[in-house]
């Protein structure tokens, strides 16, 4: 559910973003989209993705062990 | 549910919240423009306004004390619809968030770590707002309640300092209304009301955990009055100081105030008291903002909100580095979308739909018992 929230949240909130751009610029959607999801090169953005990438792993582990202890919660 | 801890904040500490979270990121950016030497006048009638929106929110939450807005929403409508709402308003929560969260980032890029990256100012601003949620809204509590005394007497020290240096020229007040009440009301509506005082709207997260519910109405009206007056000691200091033109040009005018600061030709260059001010300021008003949007999702997937404290958190840094290319382009949205867009949706008419529904729910209810 965790990693599921995530996934939803970043990308409906690349989607807000991209939104607005779109209404204030005349740029295409393709573009814009594109500017959001991708780190431009030469840049130090690389190091949001690393952190959302913490994110999304945290978020796995998360998952993974509130299932295990409902499964161990289960059986016993 | 599993694990979901009840927090309990005193009225004293949701005084000092509903202070600073007000005064936060509006003491950084210039606010009321429109009215330019009125500016002052506009913030006076934007807090009276403001105390109406805070009226209103109580009302709904005093409808069923000790649920949140979210909660109210599923009350209202129902399981789906209510959390398609919940939903949004994670969404406008998070959003904001990252824009405040840029302002400060903007400022510290600008001003003190010139070379550093954003994107790292952005990551340790989050891991320092992830931490102090993490352990709760209690700890958020107690944190401004130590920082408090600091945060409201270095504003004050502000303005009598620049006030002894002699750089205030109190003409440029005047004319007072010179181009009558039409420009007040422009910079009042939808800018100031929504630019505070209406993001008020995230403390309907927060004011149901009050310890005394009943005299949270009377602290949150009290806390608005306070935070006004403050902002607008804040707007007179820099319209005095930097003069009109000069403040609507300027990204930071309190900063620029503050750099006129000069006592005894020994105290000078104070911008750090000012960034104190601002980073405290930004801080709580960033965890206000990410405990809204994370109670959201703890009501939809029903599992203790700390869960999604870092994955979130990590969400938030991004946003606040995408949501703009450069600091005009920010401005620029700051002041033509999101007001009529975000705000005004999320703040007034969203509220103002709820409130006769849940009106009419809650009589209902109270017949069917009696």
């Given at each position: 559910m965790v990693t599921f929230l995530f996934t939803f949240i970043l990308l409906a909130s690349i989607g807000v973003i991209a939104m607005f751009d779109l209404f204030l610029y005349d740029r295409s959607l393709l573009a814009i989209l594109g500017a959001n999801i991708f780190f431009e090169k030469g840049t130090s953005q690389w190091m949001l993705y690393v952190n959302l990438l913490v994110g999304l792993i945290y978020g796995i582990v998360v998952d993974y062990r509130y299932r295990k202890s409902k499964k161990s919660s289960k059986s016993s | 549910m599993k694990n979901i801890l009840v927090e309990k904040l005193s009225l004293w500490q949701l005084f000092i919240l509903i202070f600073i979270f007000e005064i936060g990121s509006a003491a950084v950016v210039s606010t009321g423009n429109d009215a330019k030497q009125d500016a002052w006048i506009a913030i006076g009638v934007a807090m009276v306004l403001g105390m109406g929106v805070a009226l209103m929110?109580?009302?709904?939450?005093?409808?069923?004390?000790?649920?949140?807005?979210?909660?109210?929403?599923?009350?209202?409508?129902?399981?789906?619809?209510?959390?398609?709402?919940?939903?949004?308003?994670?969404?406008?929560?998070?959003?904001?968030?990252?824009?405040?969260?840029r302002d400060f980032c903007e400022l510290i890029v600008s001003f003190i770590f010139e070379v550093t990256p954003i994107e790292f100012i952005a990551i340790t601003m989050v891991f320092v707002i992830m931490y102090m949620l993490y352990l709760g809204l209690e700890v958020m509590g107690r944190t401004s309640e130590v920082f408090m005394p600091y945060f409201f007497s270095f504003i004050i020290i502000i303005g009598i300092a620049v006030f002894i240096s002699g750089e205030m020229e109190f003409e440029n007040l005047f004319p007072i209304l010179g181009d009558g009440f039409k420009p007040v009301m422009k910079a009042v509506f939808p800018q100031l009301l929504t630019f505070p005082f209406g993001e008020l709207i995230a403390f309907t997260m927060i004011i149901p955990y009050a310890t005394k519910f009943k005299k949270a109405k009377k602290i949150t009206i009290l806390a608005v009055v306070a935070s006004g007056i403050m902002l607008i000691y804040n707007a007179i200091l820099q319209i005095t100081t930097l003069g009109v033109g000069m403040r609507a040009r300027s990204n930071f005018p309190l900063l620029s105030s503050a750099r006129e600061i000069s006592l005894l030709e020994f105290i000078e260059r104070v911008d750090l008291v000012v960034v104190f001010i601002v980073m405290f300021g930004i801080i709580i008003k960033v965890s206000v903002f990410f405990y809204g949007a994370l109670k959201g999702l703890e009501l939809i997937s029903n599992r203790p909100y700390r869960m999604y404290v870092v994955p979130i958190g990590t969400i938030l840094s991004f946003l606040s580095v995408k949501i703009s290319d450069n600091f005009a382009e920010h401005i620029e949205e700051g002041l033509i979308v999101v007001p009529l867009f975000m705000h005004v949706p999320f703040q007034l008419l969203l509220p103002l739909m709820v409130l006769p529904v849940l009106l009419w729910k809650t009589r209902k209810s109270k017949e069917g018992r009696k």
């Open positions: - | 929110y109580y009302i709904i939450l005093s409808r069923l004390p000790g649920k949140n807005l979210f909660e109210i929403f599923q009350f209202c409508f129902g399981k789906w619809i209510g959390g398609l709402l919940t939903l949004l308003y994670i969404l406008y929560f998070l959003y904001i968030a990252s824009r405040v969260l």
